[in-house]
């Protein structure tokens, strides 16, 4: 179904509600009388309530509002972030090394504004001991809550147990703020090289110049030749 709105003489129905260009009421008006005030003030006539009786119409400028609703579903759209869930699996006996690097990955996703699906999977006879996984998953949560909160609780599924964690900032937030670090890291870089090449280039202007070796005579001369 289209969502064109219907403008000037599409507008078939024999009376309007007329809606003034500031947006006052002017009042229900023939549609001929409505078309007539619409090309006095050199507007269009827009029908902007279709199914209210009588349809609502307003005096407008289309093609400006069309192009300002435009631009406004372009930032909505710019501004619209992704939700993306990031998955940390683990072992109920996983050990310090290897919690370490998992819980490293997860700092990086919250950091980026992820949310994160934290799995412990259970074998064999791990699956009796649950307890394992929840304090596993509660001591997670402790050592990220500075990025990250507890957005569903820890719950068995089956041979697995799951906890998701949600960022404290919004994506956009969040890269934003990493954009700006990549930006400040490249500007030290580029000036820490600036000042490497001042340096050597106030080296070699100031450098010494090498001493030019006074002509000997040879030691395998005779003394009384004359050269």
Not at 123 to 137: D, K, T
Not at 186 to 211: L, M, N, Q, W
């Amino acid at each position: 179904m289209s969502t064109e709105l219907r403008i000037n003489d599409r507008i078939r129905v024999p009376e309007v509600r007329l809606v003034g260009p500031n947006g006052e009421t002017v009042g229900i008006v023939p549609t001929y009388e409505a078309l007539k005030l619409a090309q006095e003030a050199d507007l269009d006539l827009v029908e902007v309530a279709p199914t209210a009786r009588p349809p609502v119409c307003k005096l407008m400028d289309y093609g400006k509002f069309k192009y300002e609703n435009a631009q406004k579903a372009r930032e909505a759209r710019r501004n619209q972030t992704n939700v993306i869930i990031k998955e940390m699996k683990l072992r109920p006996k996983i050990d310090q090394h290897d919690y370490e690097t998992k819980k490293g990955h997860v700092v990086r996703f919250l950091r980026a504004g992820d949310k994160v699906k934290i799995t412990i999977m259970f074998r064999g006879r791990e699956q009796h001991r649950p307890e394992l996984g929840f304090r596993l998953l509660q001591r997670l949560a402790e050592d990220v809550q500075e990025l990250g909160f507890v957005e569903s609780a820890p719950k068995q599924d089956g041979r697995n147990m799951i906890m998701v964690l949600g960022p404290h900032r919004k994506k956009a937030e969040a890269k934003a703020e990493m954009q700006a670090e990549k930006a400040e890291k490249a500007a030290e870089r580029a000036a820490a090289e600036a000042d490497e090449r001042a340096e050597r280039d106030a080296a070699h202007a100031a450098g010494p110049v090498a001493a030019k070796k006074e002509r000997r005579r040879s030691e395998n001369l005779d003394a009384d030749i004359d050269v």
